[in-house]
Protein backbone atom coordinates (compact mmCIF):
# COMPACT_ATOMS: atom_id res chain seq x y z
CA UNK A 1 0.00 0.00 0.00
CA UNK A 2 2.99 2.32 0.43
CA UNK A 3 3.87 2.27 -2.45
CA UNK A 4 0.81 3.52 -4.12
CA UNK A 5 1.02 6.53 -5.27
CA UNK A 6 -2.39 7.87 -4.18
CA UNK A 7 -1.75 6.52 -0.99
CA UNK A 8 1.06 8.64 -0.56
CA UNK A 9 -0.32 11.62 -1.85
CA UNK A 10 -2.96 11.46 0.83
CA UNK A 11 -0.49 10.72 3.66
CA UNK A 12 1.08 13.79 2.26
CA UNK A 13 -1.77 16.10 2.39
CA UNK A 14 -3.35 15.40 6.03
CA UNK A 15 1.31 16.06 6.70
CA UNK A 16 0.14 19.43 4.80
CA UNK A 17 -3.06 19.94 6.68
CA UNK A 18 -1.27 19.14 10.29
CA UNK A 19 1.96 21.57 9.60
CA UNK A 20 -0.40 24.36 8.64
CA UNK A 21 -2.58 24.19 11.24
CA UNK A 22 0.01 23.68 13.54
CA UNK A 23 1.78 27.10 11.99
CA UNK A 24 -1.53 29.25 11.57
CA UNK A 25 -2.58 28.75 15.17
CA UNK A 26 -1.93 31.66 17.40
CA UNK A 27 -0.02 33.48 14.40
CA UNK A 28 -0.90 36.95 15.63
CA UNK A 29 -1.54 35.77 19.70
CA UNK A 30 1.93 37.65 20.58
CA UNK A 31 2.75 41.12 19.82
CA UNK A 32 5.84 41.76 17.44
CA UNK A 33 8.96 42.16 19.06
CA UNK A 34 12.00 43.95 18.18
CA UNK A 35 13.53 42.42 15.18
CA UNK A 36 10.13 41.73 13.63
CA UNK A 37 10.04 45.65 14.06
CA UNK A 38 13.16 46.16 12.94
CA UNK A 39 11.89 44.07 9.52
CA UNK A 40 8.87 46.45 9.19
CA UNK A 41 10.91 49.70 9.60
CA UNK A 42 13.36 48.31 6.93
CA UNK A 43 11.13 47.26 4.41
CA UNK A 44 9.12 50.50 4.58
CA UNK A 45 12.26 52.93 4.38
CA UNK A 46 11.93 55.00 1.37
CA UNK A 47 16.02 54.70 0.62
CA UNK A 48 16.03 50.84 1.05
CA UNK A 49 19.19 50.53 0.45
CA UNK A 50 20.48 53.23 2.59
CA UNK A 51 18.12 51.70 4.90
CA UNK A 52 20.00 47.86 4.68
CA UNK A 53 23.51 49.27 5.17
CA UNK A 54 22.70 50.42 8.34
CA UNK A 55 21.73 46.92 9.08
CA UNK A 56 23.58 43.81 9.16
CA UNK A 57 21.66 41.56 6.55
CA UNK A 58 21.05 41.42 2.95
CA UNK A 59 18.40 42.82 0.93
CA UNK A 60 16.41 39.92 -0.69
CA UNK A 61 13.73 39.43 2.21
CA UNK A 62 13.52 43.34 2.99
CA UNK A 63 12.53 44.02 -1.11
CA UNK A 64 10.05 41.36 -1.15
CA UNK A 65 8.73 42.14 2.07
CA UNK A 66 7.94 45.70 1.15
CA UNK A 67 5.89 44.08 -2.26
CA UNK A 68 4.59 41.76 -0.01
CA UNK A 69 2.77 44.78 2.36
CA UNK A 70 1.68 46.63 -0.44
CA UNK A 71 -0.44 43.72 -1.81
CA UNK A 72 -1.58 42.00 1.57
CA UNK A 73 -1.31 44.93 4.17
CA UNK A 74 0.48 45.52 7.05
CA UNK A 75 -1.38 43.96 9.68
CA UNK A 76 0.41 41.34 12.13
CA UNK A 77 -1.23 38.60 10.19
CA UNK A 78 -0.25 39.50 6.95
CA UNK A 79 3.27 40.50 8.02
CA UNK A 80 3.51 36.62 9.65
CA UNK A 81 1.74 35.32 6.83
CA UNK A 82 4.84 36.06 4.38
CA UNK A 83 7.06 33.83 6.77
CA UNK A 84 4.26 31.34 7.25
CA UNK A 85 4.22 30.15 3.13
CA UNK A 86 7.80 29.72 2.75
CA UNK A 87 7.62 27.55 5.96
CA UNK A 88 5.00 25.36 4.02
CA UNK A 89 6.66 25.23 1.00
CA UNK A 90 10.10 23.52 2.83
CA UNK A 91 7.21 20.33 4.02
CA UNK A 92 7.12 19.92 0.04
CA UNK A 93 10.52 20.78 -0.88
CA UNK A 94 11.89 18.66 1.77
CA UNK A 95 9.78 15.51 0.80
CA UNK A 96 11.45 15.78 -3.02
CA UNK A 97 15.10 16.65 -0.90
CA UNK A 98 14.55 13.44 0.67
CA UNK A 99 13.65 11.13 -2.02
CA UNK A 100 17.06 12.37 -3.54
CA UNK A 101 19.32 11.46 -0.91
CA UNK A 102 17.59 7.84 -0.72
CA UNK A 103 18.46 7.42 -4.30
CA UNK A 104 21.81 9.11 -3.61
CA UNK A 105 21.83 5.87 -0.51
CA UNK A 106 21.19 3.50 -3.26
CA UNK A 107 17.57 3.60 -2.16
CA UNK A 108 14.34 3.77 -4.16
CA UNK A 109 11.79 7.04 -2.69
CA UNK A 110 8.91 4.81 -3.99
CA UNK A 111 9.24 2.35 -1.47
CA UNK A 112 11.01 4.32 1.37
CA UNK A 113 9.15 5.81 4.37
CA UNK A 114 11.69 8.65 5.01
CA UNK A 115 9.96 11.10 1.85
CA UNK A 116 7.16 11.27 3.85
CA UNK A 117 8.93 10.95 7.47
CA UNK A 118 11.19 14.19 6.43
CA UNK A 119 7.88 15.78 5.72
CA UNK A 120 6.35 14.75 8.86
CA UNK A 121 9.13 16.11 10.55
CA UNK A 122 9.50 19.34 9.13
CA UNK A 123 5.86 20.03 9.71
CA UNK A 124 6.36 19.35 13.60
CA UNK A 125 9.73 21.07 13.52
CA UNK A 126 9.50 23.85 16.57
CA UNK A 127 11.88 26.01 14.96
CA UNK A 128 9.83 25.99 11.88
CA UNK A 129 6.23 26.48 13.73
CA UNK A 130 8.31 29.49 15.87
CA UNK A 131 9.84 31.22 12.89
CA UNK A 132 6.70 30.87 10.36
CA UNK A 133 5.61 33.23 13.27
CA UNK A 134 7.59 36.20 12.68
CA UNK A 135 8.30 38.31 10.56
CA UNK A 136 11.37 37.88 9.90
CA UNK A 137 13.88 35.88 7.22
CA UNK A 138 14.95 33.02 9.11
CA UNK A 139 11.72 30.51 6.94
CA UNK A 140 12.74 32.00 3.77
CA UNK A 141 16.23 31.14 4.12
CA UNK A 142 15.44 27.34 5.46
CA UNK A 143 13.13 27.08 2.11
CA UNK A 144 16.03 28.59 -0.06
CA UNK A 145 18.94 26.10 1.19
CA UNK A 146 16.32 23.13 1.40
CA UNK A 147 15.27 24.08 -2.22
CA UNK A 148 19.61 24.67 -3.11
CA UNK A 149 20.54 21.29 -1.76
CA UNK A 150 17.81 19.60 -3.45
CA UNK A 151 18.64 21.25 -6.99
CA UNK A 152 22.30 20.36 -6.07
CA UNK A 153 21.37 16.75 -5.53
CA UNK A 154 18.90 16.41 -8.62
CA UNK A 155 21.76 17.48 -10.85
CA UNK A 156 24.15 15.67 -9.62
CA UNK A 157 21.95 12.47 -10.45
CA UNK A 158 20.43 13.42 -14.01
CA UNK A 159 22.53 16.05 -14.98
CA UNK A 160 19.94 18.50 -16.13
CA UNK A 161 21.09 21.85 -16.83
CA UNK A 162 17.75 23.03 -15.48
CA UNK A 163 18.38 21.59 -12.33
CA UNK A 164 21.79 23.64 -12.27
CA UNK A 165 20.60 26.69 -13.28
CA UNK A 166 17.97 26.17 -10.16
CA UNK A 167 20.84 25.45 -7.82
CA UNK A 168 22.41 28.81 -8.71
CA UNK A 169 19.22 30.45 -8.57
CA UNK A 170 18.27 29.45 -5.08
CA UNK A 171 22.09 29.52 -3.49
CA UNK A 172 22.48 33.16 -4.79
CA UNK A 173 18.94 33.32 -2.74
CA UNK A 174 20.64 32.06 0.28
CA UNK A 175 23.17 34.39 -0.21
CA UNK A 176 21.00 37.39 -0.09
CA UNK A 177 18.40 36.16 2.75
CA UNK A 178 21.34 35.54 5.21
CA UNK A 179 25.01 35.90 4.99
CA UNK A 180 25.27 32.59 7.02
CA UNK A 181 23.27 30.68 4.48
CA UNK A 182 26.57 30.63 2.32
CA UNK A 183 27.54 27.96 4.95
CA UNK A 184 25.64 25.62 2.81
CA UNK A 185 27.63 26.39 -0.21
CA UNK A 186 30.46 25.60 1.58
CA UNK A 187 29.21 22.03 2.70
CA UNK A 188 28.33 21.65 -1.50
CA UNK A 189 31.81 22.66 -2.46
CA UNK A 190 33.53 20.53 -0.12
CA UNK A 191 31.18 17.77 -0.90
CA UNK A 192 32.20 18.42 -4.75
CA UNK A 193 35.79 18.64 -4.23
CA UNK A 194 35.83 14.90 -1.71
CA UNK A 195 32.96 13.21 -3.78
CA UNK A 196 32.90 14.59 -7.78
CA UNK A 197 35.07 13.81 -10.15
CA UNK A 198 36.28 15.40 -13.47
CA UNK A 199 33.69 17.65 -15.55
CA UNK A 200 31.31 17.31 -12.82
CA UNK A 201 33.96 18.75 -10.55
CA UNK A 202 34.49 21.14 -12.18
CA UNK A 203 30.91 22.58 -13.17
CA UNK A 204 29.96 22.15 -9.11
CA UNK A 205 32.78 24.68 -7.97
CA UNK A 206 32.11 26.95 -11.36
CA UNK A 207 28.56 27.39 -10.10
CA UNK A 208 29.19 28.03 -6.63
CA UNK A 209 32.00 30.72 -7.98
CA UNK A 210 29.48 31.96 -9.79
CA UNK A 211 26.88 32.49 -6.86
CA UNK A 212 29.43 34.30 -5.35
CA UNK A 213 30.22 36.36 -7.84
CA UNK A 214 26.71 37.49 -8.19
CA UNK A 215 26.47 38.34 -4.67
CA UNK A 216 29.74 40.68 -4.77
CA UNK A 217 27.78 44.07 -6.33
CA UNK A 218 25.75 43.95 -3.05
CA UNK A 219 28.83 43.31 -0.83
CA UNK A 220 30.86 46.01 -2.25
CA UNK A 221 28.06 48.29 -2.46
CA UNK A 222 27.23 48.17 1.63
CA UNK A 223 29.48 45.74 2.90
CA UNK A 224 31.91 48.11 4.31
CA UNK A 225 28.59 50.37 6.28
CA UNK A 226 27.80 46.98 7.66
CA UNK A 227 31.13 46.11 9.17
CA UNK A 228 31.03 46.63 13.01
CA UNK A 229 27.42 47.33 12.93
CA UNK A 230 26.29 47.77 16.45
CA UNK A 231 23.62 44.78 15.75
CA UNK A 232 26.66 42.03 16.04
CA UNK A 233 26.27 42.91 20.35
CA UNK A 234 22.92 40.44 20.51
CA UNK A 235 25.21 37.75 19.37
CA UNK A 236 26.76 35.52 22.69
CA UNK A 237 29.89 33.65 23.00
CA UNK A 238 29.59 29.90 23.04
CA UNK A 239 29.00 28.41 26.22
CA UNK A 240 27.02 25.72 27.84
CA UNK A 241 23.95 27.43 28.65
CA UNK A 242 23.97 28.73 24.75
CA UNK A 243 24.80 24.68 23.63
CA UNK A 244 21.73 23.58 26.02
CA UNK A 245 19.84 25.94 24.51
CA UNK A 246 20.73 25.26 20.64
CA UNK A 247 19.84 21.44 22.12
CA UNK A 248 16.56 22.25 23.01
CA UNK A 249 15.23 23.94 20.20
CA UNK A 250 16.75 21.54 17.78
CA UNK A 251 16.45 18.34 19.28
CA UNK A 252 13.81 18.98 22.24
CA UNK A 253 13.25 18.31 25.87
CA UNK A 254 13.28 14.55 24.86
CA UNK A 255 17.17 15.33 22.96
CA UNK A 256 18.90 11.71 24.12
CA UNK A 257 16.20 10.26 21.89
CA UNK A 258 15.99 12.49 18.83
CA UNK A 259 19.24 13.06 19.28
CA UNK A 260 20.05 9.29 19.00
CA UNK A 261 17.33 9.25 16.35
CA UNK A 262 19.52 11.47 14.19
CA UNK A 263 23.04 9.77 14.60
CA UNK A 264 21.09 6.90 14.00
CA UNK A 265 20.02 8.61 10.59
CA UNK A 266 23.97 8.45 9.26
CA UNK A 267 23.66 4.84 8.56
CA UNK A 268 21.63 2.57 7.44
CA UNK A 269 20.77 -0.47 9.14
CA UNK A 270 20.35 -4.08 7.23
CA UNK A 271 18.25 -6.52 8.44
CA UNK A 272 19.77 -10.20 8.31
CA UNK A 273 21.04 -12.55 10.67
CA UNK A 274 22.54 -9.79 12.36
CA UNK A 275 22.00 -6.10 11.63
CA UNK A 276 25.03 -4.62 9.86
CA UNK A 277 25.38 -0.36 9.73
CA UNK A 278 26.43 -0.24 5.87
CA UNK A 279 27.79 3.71 5.37
CA UNK A 280 28.02 3.13 1.46
CA UNK A 281 28.05 4.89 -0.80
CA UNK A 282 29.85 6.98 1.67
CA UNK A 283 29.81 10.30 0.32
CA UNK A 284 25.73 10.30 0.57
CA UNK A 285 25.97 8.81 4.07
CA UNK A 286 28.10 11.57 5.08
CA UNK A 287 26.20 14.16 3.40
CA UNK A 288 23.96 15.14 5.97
CA UNK A 289 26.17 14.90 8.82
CA UNK A 290 28.46 17.45 6.92
CA UNK A 291 25.46 19.63 6.42
CA UNK A 292 24.62 20.26 10.09
CA UNK A 293 28.03 20.02 11.79
CA UNK A 294 30.14 22.16 9.35
CA UNK A 295 27.86 25.22 9.01
CA UNK A 296 27.66 25.08 12.43
CA UNK A 297 31.50 24.82 13.25
CA UNK A 298 32.19 27.44 11.16
CA UNK A 299 30.19 29.37 13.24
CA UNK A 300 31.62 28.85 16.30
CA UNK A 301 35.01 29.63 15.14
CA UNK A 302 33.79 33.23 13.29
CA UNK A 303 32.38 33.87 16.16
CA UNK A 304 35.53 34.23 17.87
CA UNK A 305 36.41 37.13 15.64
CA UNK A 306 32.58 38.94 14.17
CA UNK A 307 30.05 37.87 16.58
CA UNK A 308 27.26 35.86 14.76
CA UNK A 309 26.18 33.23 17.30
CA UNK A 310 22.20 33.07 18.14
CA UNK A 311 20.51 30.24 18.06
CA UNK A 312 18.27 31.36 15.41
CA UNK A 313 21.04 32.17 13.19
CA UNK A 314 21.56 28.61 13.16
CA UNK A 315 18.33 27.62 11.68
CA UNK A 316 20.21 25.96 8.32
CA UNK A 317 20.56 23.28 11.48
CA UNK A 318 16.74 22.05 10.78
CA UNK A 319 16.74 20.46 7.01
CA UNK A 320 19.63 18.31 7.79
CA UNK A 321 18.25 17.64 11.23
CA UNK A 322 14.92 17.01 10.44
CA UNK A 323 16.45 14.67 7.39
CA UNK A 324 18.69 12.73 9.59
CA UNK A 325 15.67 11.90 12.29
CA UNK A 326 13.92 10.73 9.46
CA UNK A 327 16.28 8.62 7.97
CA UNK A 328 17.07 7.07 11.91
CA UNK A 329 12.74 6.17 12.31
CA UNK A 330 13.19 4.49 8.76
CA UNK A 331 16.02 2.50 10.30
CA UNK A 332 13.50 0.74 12.51
CA UNK A 333 11.38 -1.92 11.26
CA UNK A 334 7.45 -2.33 12.66
CA UNK A 335 6.07 -2.01 15.46
CA UNK A 336 9.37 -0.43 16.77
CA UNK A 337 8.80 2.13 13.87
CA UNK A 338 5.39 3.03 14.51
CA UNK A 339 5.59 3.11 18.02
CA UNK A 340 8.36 5.53 17.64
CA UNK A 341 6.53 8.00 15.27
CA UNK A 342 3.58 8.01 17.49
CA UNK A 343 5.92 9.14 20.41
CA UNK A 344 7.13 11.69 17.79
CA UNK A 345 3.96 13.40 16.74
CA UNK A 346 2.67 13.10 20.11
CA UNK A 347 5.45 15.43 21.84
CA UNK A 348 5.83 17.43 18.07
CA UNK A 349 1.92 18.37 18.50
CA UNK A 350 1.41 18.94 22.37
CA UNK A 351 4.59 20.43 23.29
CA UNK A 352 6.56 23.31 22.10
CA UNK A 353 10.54 23.53 22.75
CA UNK A 354 11.65 26.49 20.71
CA UNK A 355 10.34 30.17 22.82
CA UNK A 356 11.34 33.20 23.00
CA UNK A 357 9.55 35.94 25.55
CA UNK A 358 7.79 38.77 23.53
CA UNK A 359 7.02 41.82 25.24
CA UNK A 360 3.14 42.81 25.16
CA UNK A 361 3.84 45.79 22.96
CA UNK A 362 0.64 46.24 21.53
CA UNK A 363 -1.48 45.90 24.46
CA UNK A 364 0.52 48.68 26.28
CA UNK A 365 -0.44 50.53 23.12
CA UNK A 366 -3.95 49.93 22.74
CA UNK A 367 -4.43 51.81 26.29
CA UNK A 368 -3.12 54.89 25.22
CA UNK A 369 -4.05 54.71 21.43
CA UNK A 370 -8.08 55.97 22.26
CA UNK A 371 -6.61 58.73 24.73
CA UNK A 372 -4.33 60.31 22.22
CA UNK A 373 -5.40 63.20 19.96
CA UNK A 374 -3.78 63.79 16.31
CA UNK A 375 -1.98 67.08 17.53
CA UNK A 376 0.10 64.81 20.20
CA UNK A 377 3.56 64.06 20.05
CA UNK A 378 4.52 60.82 20.55
CA UNK A 379 8.49 59.68 21.40
CA UNK A 380 9.86 56.15 21.94
CA UNK A 381 13.57 55.31 23.69
CA UNK A 382 13.56 51.61 24.41
CA UNK A 383 16.87 49.95 24.81
CA UNK A 384 18.02 47.11 22.22
CA UNK A 385 15.15 49.10 19.20
CA UNK A 386 11.98 51.10 19.11
CA UNK A 387 11.04 49.67 15.83
CA UNK A 388 8.46 47.01 17.77
CA UNK A 389 6.73 50.61 19.15
CA UNK A 390 7.10 52.23 15.46
CA UNK A 391 4.89 49.80 14.16
CA UNK A 392 2.26 49.77 16.84
CA UNK A 393 2.21 53.95 17.41
CA UNK A 394 2.04 53.67 13.52
CA UNK A 395 -0.88 51.47 13.32
CA UNK A 396 -3.25 52.44 16.56
CA UNK A 397 -2.40 56.33 17.00
CA UNK A 398 -4.13 59.00 14.79
CA UNK A 399 -2.76 58.98 11.63
CA UNK A 400 -1.78 62.61 11.97
CA UNK A 401 0.22 61.76 15.40
CA UNK A 402 3.62 62.61 15.03
CA UNK A 403 5.77 59.64 15.98
CA UNK A 404 9.81 60.10 16.74
CA UNK A 405 12.21 57.26 17.58
CA UNK A 406 15.10 58.66 19.76
CA UNK A 407 16.65 56.05 19.41
CA UNK A 408 17.22 55.86 15.79
CA UNK A 409 17.77 59.74 15.93
CA UNK A 410 20.71 59.64 18.10
CA UNK A 411 22.16 56.61 16.22
CA UNK A 412 21.39 57.95 13.16
CA UNK A 413 21.79 61.62 13.25
CA UNK A 414 23.76 62.29 15.94
CA UNK A 415 24.92 65.98 14.62
CA UNK A 416 20.57 67.45 15.20
CA UNK A 417 19.36 65.00 17.94
CA UNK A 418 20.57 67.80 20.52
CA UNK A 419 18.99 70.64 19.13
CA UNK A 420 16.69 69.36 16.94
CA UNK A 421 14.49 67.16 19.93
CA UNK A 422 14.22 70.83 22.04
CA UNK A 423 12.86 72.66 18.85
CA UNK A 424 10.55 69.89 18.38
CA UNK A 425 8.91 69.40 21.72
CA UNK A 426 8.49 73.28 21.68
CA UNK A 427 5.59 72.72 19.16
CA UNK A 428 3.64 70.50 21.43
CA UNK A 429 1.50 70.54 24.47
CA UNK A 430 1.06 66.83 25.09
CA UNK A 431 3.84 64.13 24.72
CA UNK A 432 3.26 60.21 24.89
CA UNK A 433 6.37 58.46 25.83
CA UNK A 434 7.53 54.94 25.67
CA UNK A 435 10.63 54.93 27.84
CA UNK A 436 12.29 51.62 28.37
CA UNK A 437 15.31 50.40 30.08
CA UNK A 438 17.64 52.55 28.42
CA UNK A 439 20.36 54.22 29.48
CA UNK A 440 20.23 57.41 27.83
CA UNK A 441 17.76 60.07 29.66
CA UNK A 442 18.03 63.06 26.98
CA UNK A 443 14.57 62.70 26.25
CA UNK A 444 13.54 62.75 29.83
CA UNK A 445 15.43 66.14 30.53
CA UNK A 446 14.89 67.67 27.35
CA UNK A 447 11.19 67.65 27.75
CA UNK A 448 11.67 68.70 32.08
CA UNK A 449 13.58 72.21 30.47
CA UNK A 450 10.70 73.04 27.90
CA UNK A 451 8.31 72.91 30.94
CA UNK A 452 6.33 69.17 30.69
CA UNK A 453 5.22 67.25 33.71
CA UNK A 454 4.63 63.61 33.88
CA UNK A 455 0.40 63.44 34.05
CA UNK A 456 0.10 60.29 33.78
CA UNK A 457 1.38 56.61 33.67
CA UNK A 458 0.29 52.99 31.64
CA UNK A 459 1.58 49.84 32.87
CA UNK A 460 1.78 46.87 31.50
CA UNK A 461 2.74 43.51 33.39
CA UNK A 462 5.67 41.58 30.86
CA UNK A 463 6.74 37.93 32.07
CA UNK A 464 10.47 37.51 31.74
CA UNK A 465 10.23 34.39 33.82
CA UNK A 466 8.25 31.45 35.86
CA UNK A 467 6.50 34.63 37.89
CA UNK A 468 9.12 37.06 37.16
CA UNK A 469 7.32 40.40 35.77
CA UNK A 470 8.68 43.52 34.43
CA UNK A 471 6.44 46.50 33.80
CA UNK A 472 6.49 48.57 30.47
CA UNK A 473 5.69 52.09 30.94
CA UNK A 474 3.81 54.41 28.18
CA UNK A 475 4.53 58.04 30.43
CA UNK A 476 2.25 60.81 29.11
CA UNK A 477 3.66 64.55 29.56
CA UNK A 478 1.80 67.55 29.32
CA UNK A 479 2.59 71.25 29.69
CA UNK A 480 0.41 73.01 32.20
CA UNK A 481 -1.44 76.14 30.52
CA UNK A 482 -0.89 79.20 32.28
CA UNK A 483 -4.50 79.91 33.43
CA UNK A 484 -7.04 76.90 34.26
CA UNK A 485 -10.38 76.91 32.52
CA UNK A 486 -12.54 77.32 35.49
CA UNK A 487 -12.06 76.47 39.61
CA UNK A 488 -14.82 74.40 41.33
CA UNK A 489 -15.61 75.71 44.74
CA UNK A 490 -13.74 72.54 45.91
CA UNK A 491 -10.73 73.66 44.66
CA UNK A 492 -9.82 71.52 42.21
CA UNK A 493 -8.84 73.17 38.79
CA UNK A 494 -9.63 71.55 35.34
CA UNK A 495 -6.23 73.22 33.59
CA UNK A 496 -7.24 71.86 29.68
CA UNK A 497 -10.29 69.72 28.16
CA UNK A 498 -10.17 67.85 24.64
CA UNK A 499 -12.62 65.20 23.41
CA UNK A 500 -11.65 62.48 20.81
CA UNK A 501 -14.77 62.21 18.52
CA UNK A 502 -12.94 58.73 16.77
CA UNK A 503 -13.10 56.95 20.59
CA UNK A 504 -14.95 58.80 22.45
CA UNK A 505 -12.64 59.62 25.13
CA UNK A 506 -12.19 62.61 26.87
CA UNK A 507 -8.99 64.10 27.94
CA UNK A 508 -8.87 66.33 31.02
CA UNK A 509 -6.02 67.83 33.01
CA UNK A 510 -6.39 68.73 36.87
CA UNK A 511 -4.37 70.65 39.43
CA UNK A 512 -5.21 70.90 43.47
CA UNK A 513 -3.70 73.40 45.71
CA UNK A 514 -4.54 71.66 48.37
CA UNK A 515 -5.21 67.81 49.32
CA UNK A 516 -8.85 66.95 49.37
CA UNK A 517 -10.44 65.07 52.28
CA UNK A 518 -13.25 63.66 49.90
CA UNK A 519 -12.92 61.95 47.01
CA UNK A 520 -14.89 63.49 44.06
CA UNK A 521 -16.59 61.61 41.13
CA UNK A 522 -15.74 63.44 37.55
CA UNK A 523 -19.11 63.33 35.00
CA UNK A 524 -18.38 63.99 31.41
CA UNK A 525 -20.67 64.47 28.97
CA UNK A 526 -22.30 65.65 25.85
CA UNK A 527 -25.41 67.59 25.33
CA UNK A 528 -27.00 68.07 21.46
CA UNK A 529 -28.23 71.69 20.06
CA UNK A 530 -31.69 70.94 22.27
CA UNK A 531 -29.87 70.33 25.37
CA UNK A 532 -30.48 66.82 26.04
CA UNK A 533 -27.54 64.14 27.43
CA UNK A 534 -26.72 62.16 24.53
CA UNK A 535 -23.45 60.72 25.89
CA UNK A 536 -21.81 60.23 29.14
CA UNK A 537 -19.31 58.77 31.65
CA UNK A 538 -18.91 59.36 35.72
CA UNK A 539 -16.17 58.05 37.72
CA UNK A 540 -13.06 58.85 39.67
CA UNK A 541 -10.60 59.72 37.47
CA UNK A 542 -8.44 57.98 35.11
CA UNK A 543 -11.10 55.46 35.19
CA UNK A 544 -11.45 55.12 38.55
CA UNK A 545 -7.42 54.67 39.57
CA UNK A 546 -6.78 58.36 40.55
CA UNK A 547 -9.11 59.21 43.31
CA UNK A 548 -8.99 62.59 44.40
CA UNK A 549 -8.13 62.10 47.52
CA UNK A 550 -4.41 60.62 46.64
CA UNK A 551 -3.62 64.13 44.15
CA UNK A 552 -0.43 65.73 45.32
CA UNK A 553 -0.66 69.35 45.64
CA UNK A 554 0.18 71.97 42.69
CA UNK A 555 1.05 68.68 40.70
CA UNK A 556 -1.00 67.82 37.39
CA UNK A 557 -2.94 64.94 37.18
CA UNK A 558 -4.34 63.16 33.99
CA UNK A 559 -7.64 62.05 34.04
CA UNK A 560 -9.75 60.44 31.06
CA UNK A 561 -13.30 59.27 30.63
CA UNK A 562 -14.66 56.90 27.75
CA UNK A 563 -18.14 58.23 26.77
CA UNK A 564 -21.30 56.40 26.11
CA UNK A 565 -24.27 57.07 24.67
CA UNK A 566 -27.61 55.45 26.63
CA UNK A 567 -28.35 52.62 23.94
CA UNK A 568 -24.39 51.67 22.87
CA UNK A 569 -24.74 52.99 19.31
CA UNK A 570 -22.75 55.61 17.43
CA UNK A 571 -23.63 59.32 18.17
CA UNK A 572 -24.69 61.19 14.58
CA UNK A 573 -23.01 64.00 13.16
CA UNK A 574 -23.54 66.90 14.34
CA UNK A 575 -22.95 69.52 17.12
CA UNK A 576 -22.40 68.66 21.16
CA UNK A 577 -21.49 70.67 24.12
CA UNK A 578 -18.72 69.18 26.48
CA UNK A 579 -19.34 69.38 29.88
CA UNK A 580 -17.48 68.55 33.02
CA UNK A 581 -19.24 68.52 36.33
CA UNK A 582 -18.35 66.92 39.91
CA UNK A 583 -20.40 65.52 42.55
CA UNK A 584 -19.63 63.39 45.67
CA UNK A 585 -22.28 61.61 47.39
CA UNK A 586 -23.63 63.18 51.14
CA UNK A 587 -26.34 61.51 53.16
CA UNK A 588 -27.93 59.78 50.57
CA UNK A 589 -27.91 62.52 47.87
CA UNK A 590 -25.19 63.96 45.42
CA UNK A 591 -23.49 66.74 46.54
CA UNK A 592 -22.67 68.57 43.63
CA UNK A 593 -19.26 71.10 43.16
CA UNK A 594 -20.06 74.02 41.48
CA UNK A 595 -17.88 76.11 39.55
CA UNK A 596 -16.51 79.22 39.94
CA UNK A 597 -19.58 81.07 38.42
CA UNK A 598 -21.92 78.97 40.64
CA UNK A 599 -23.22 76.67 37.45
CA UNK A 600 -23.28 72.51 38.71
CA UNK A 601 -20.97 72.03 35.47
CA UNK A 602 -18.20 73.92 33.44
CA UNK A 603 -18.93 73.82 29.32
CA UNK A 604 -15.80 73.03 27.51
CA UNK A 605 -17.25 74.07 24.28
CA UNK A 606 -18.19 72.72 20.89
CA UNK A 607 -17.51 69.17 19.65
CA UNK A 608 -17.76 68.40 16.36
CA UNK A 609 -18.89 64.78 14.95
CA UNK A 610 -18.33 64.31 11.06
CA UNK A 611 -19.95 61.65 8.92
Known amino acids: MLQSRNFRLMLFVLIFLLGAASRIVHIDNLSLWVDEGYAYYHSNNPDLILSLSRDTHPPLYFATFRLWQEVAGRSEL ?8 PSMLSIAVITLLAAEVVRARGGNPRQSLVPLLAALFMALADSEIFLSQEARHYTWLVFWVTSSMWAFLRWLRTGERRALYIWIVCTVAVSYTHYLGTLTGIVQGLYALLFLRGRQRLQAVGALVVSALLLSPWLLLVGRQQIGHDGYQWSQPLSLALLRDIRRKWFGDMWPLTMGLALLGSVTLVYGRRIQARLRPF ?13 FLLVVILNEFIPVLQPRRLTTLTPP ?4 LAFGVANFRPPARAFLIAVLVVYGVTTVDYDRPKPPWRELTAQVAPLAQPDDLALIDIAGGDFQMLYYFEQLLPPQTRIVSLKNWRTWETETYYTGLPELVEQYDTVWFMYWNSSDD ?6 QKAGFVETAQFRQPHAIAVNVFIDLIIYRYDRPPEEPLTTYENGMQLLAAEYNPDSGAVSLLWSIAEPLAQDYTVSAFLLDSGGRLVAQHDGYPAMNTRPTTT ?3 NTPVYDWHILETPDGASLPAGTYQLAIKLYRPQDGAFLIATTEDGAEWYTVGTVEIGE
Open 442 to 447: SGLRIL
Open 78 to 85: SLRYFSYL
Open 321 to 324: LVLL
Open 551 to 553: WPP
Open 283 to 295: GAHLLLLMWALIP
